[in-house]
């Protein structure tokens, strides 16, 4: 404590030190929103999605990736496809002026890189490691969105089933298992 009148040489280090200690909370409490939202208390994982551009509003919509991913496999999202993928926004009750259906439409609309993709794919490995019906959700809806495009003779195209047997290998053994039994390869 100084005596009144006489400046404080400390005092602004402990305010700059407050300061970045109320933003680590606040960084740390944004990281545990993401992970709420990706349903795991993973905080790298968090991290990771975070440094992908999700937000404790986006979260929620991290697990459509693979469904994205498959929808982009023939170069561009058909209509169909769209459609679907905006009906799995619906089914969630995410509206259209919501983070996350923004979050979806921006990634319908333009493609966003293979190494964006593959690095969706990586985070949702970890987070269906611990979780393994989990992944069968995953390929199933991967599986509803390439279908939603084919035709009656062979209901998905072949880049596309290309693209959701990557998809399964990405989410790990009991995915690659599930999209082999789709397929009768089982």
């Not at 993401?34 to 440094?51: K, Y």
């Not at 509206?95 to 690095?119: C, F, K, T």
Request: net charge negative; hydrophobic share 45%.
């Amino acid at each position: 404590m100084t005596a009144q009148g006489e400046h404080d040489d400390g005092a602004e280090t402990r305010a700059i030190t407050r300061k970045r200690l109320r933003q680590a909370a606040l960084e740390l409490q944004a990281r545990r929103d993401i992970a709420t939202g990706l349903h795991t208390t993973d905080l790298s994982l968090a991290e990771r999605a975070q440094a992908l551009g999700f937000d404790q509003h986006t979260a929620k919509v991290l697990d459509l990736l693979p469904v994205i991913h498959v929808a982009w496999a023939d170069g561009e999202v058909q209509t169909e496809e769209r459609q679907a993928i905006l009906r799995l926004l619906e089914a969630r009750n995410i509206a259209i002026d919501d983070p996350a259906h923004v979050l979806v439409s921006a990634l319908l609309e333009r493609h966003p890189g293979q190494v964006y993709l593959d690095e969706t794919l990586s985070i949702l490995h970890d987070l269906v490691a611990s979780n393994k019906t989990r992944a069968e959700v995953l390929v199933d809806l991967c599986y509803a969105i390439a279908e939603a495009h084919g035709a009656q003779q062979d209901p998905i195209d072949p880049r596309e089933r290309e693209t959701l047997f990557a998809v399964a290998e990405a989410l790990g053994d009991r995915a690659q298992a599930w999209v082999q039994s789709k397929f009768g390869e089982r």
